[in-house]
């Protein structure tokens, strides 16, 4: 910083020898150009009493007195010129000294006020070593951007995945939750948050982090942290069923062979193994009893909804937790359509559906997309799996 504030003070110098300068420029050509006057007339002066003299109209005496005179008129327009322009020229040398002397004051003011020397400062030590030595060293580093640019949804993002790497997930979190704040919904920052939540959480997923995964794979449905997520999840439920399916979405996005791949597959082969030592098999752990009903919209609104909206259908405890136990993704262009909801639709790992369970069932009309935002809604209440009849779920009513 010190050549920062160096030339600083070059540039401060000039500014106010400029502001000076028009003042001593001033003084000097006023006084030179009075003073060549006043000697031009007085010789002009002289010479015409010469020719007099010679011309034998003024006596020796008398042009001796005249040449006086005109000497004493030119010192005393000189002075009264002078005196005249004085208070003029000492207002103008006070206000332009005035100037010189605040303007370094105002500006280093200005620039402490609007400038930005944590900014300079980092971007100065991010060209002289742009590899930094340790984890936290960058954590640092990061945490000085972030400062410097908080709407900077890349450096909180950075910021999120090396909090992560020092085990910090509660403040990645937070770092992540920033960064979707100024990205938007990026399918890498959702899956990221997810995965933080949950590491925060004590490797258990809530509602925002399963709406984080849900968002991220209907934006990137092969997104391999959300599928990672959502097997490592249902695997730790016990849902190796679960586990299986997530982990073999992953493998056929990832590249054969390679370390992560053999990763995967062995985490398939794990969990092939505590499911065959329950005695289950897949389609087993899949089964269970399920809802059949028909999604329709009351005619009276069709005019009023949006086509392309979502409609999320889903069946929760309504005693328990608002967050759905079940659900699916529709579109309102589809109804009517005729439905089922089974255990393979559960939000979190390891979900089952008990006959016994009371459920309610809700299907909400969502024109941004988002399932816990919705403008219109059905609803049917003391629902149990398992039943035969087929359901009547009609979307008649505004959202509360």
Known sequence: MIDFWLSAAALLLV?????????????????VDRTALNVALYEERVAELQAQQRAGELTEAQAEGARQEASRLLLEDTANADARRA?????????????ALLLPAAVVGLYQLWGNPEGLALYREMQDTPQVSSLEALIDRTERVVEVQPTNGEAWYMLGRAYMSAQRPADAVQAFGNSLNQIGEAPDVLAQLAQARYFANGNQLDSESVAALDKALELQPNNATALGLLGIAAFEAGDYSGAIGYWERLLQST????????AIQGGIDRARERLAASGQTPAETQSGPSISLRVSVAPELLAQLDPASSVFVFARDPNGPPMPLIAKRLTLSQLPLDITLTQADAMLPGVTLSSEQSLQLVARVSPSGDAREGTHLGQLDDVHAGNDEQLQLVIDRAAD
Do not use: M, Y
């Open 15 to 31: 500014a106010v020898a400029v502001v000076i300068w028009p003042l001593w420029r001033r003084r000097a050509h006023g006084r």
């Open 87 to 99: 208070p003029l020229t000492r207002k103008v040398a006070g206000v332009l000294v005035l100037a």
């Open 255 to 262: 590249e054969p062979g390679s370390q992560g791949a053999q």
